[in-house]
């Protein structure tokens, strides 16, 4: 979407994840809680557990390059382990797959807060010590094309 930014293809882009601020004009438009996602007949629906007690699960990611990737990806690592040391995981480009493997019973994934509003068959659950936002910004390269569009789109929203 950058790419498309820069060619002048679109006048802004919402970004999750990590970007060049210094780079690129941008405007915080929401930041969402990551949280864990599980069946809600999971043990660990509705629960704060141990990272212990995570790392012994089957976890779900998206593809590397994604931006829930990353910040999964960072928290672990900010706590001294990396994906490797849960018990399997495994990369699925398509968030609605992975819902429903999680959905199944046998599997974790961590996503963004309103993920687990969309399902009902789906529960949220919290690392301790692991808090983790994630932010969408609004970015442009044009200020005085992109700002008027992304003022009225923040107002709408």
Known sequence: MLAMLERGELDFAIIEGVFDKEK??????KKESFLGICSRRHSFAGRTVSLEEV??????VREKGSGTHML????????????????RHSSISNFSIICDLVAMDHLITFAYEPISHCRNDLATFRVEDMEITGEFNLVYINRSVAEPKA???????
């Open 24 to 29: 690129y004009p941008h405007r915080l438009y």
């Open 151 to 157: 003022d009225l789109f923040l107002a709408t929203c």
């Open 55 to 60: 790392l012994q699960e089957s976890l779900l």
């Open 72 to 87: 999964q990806k960072q928290a672990v690592a900010a706590r001294g382990y990396s994906l490797d040391s849960f018990s």
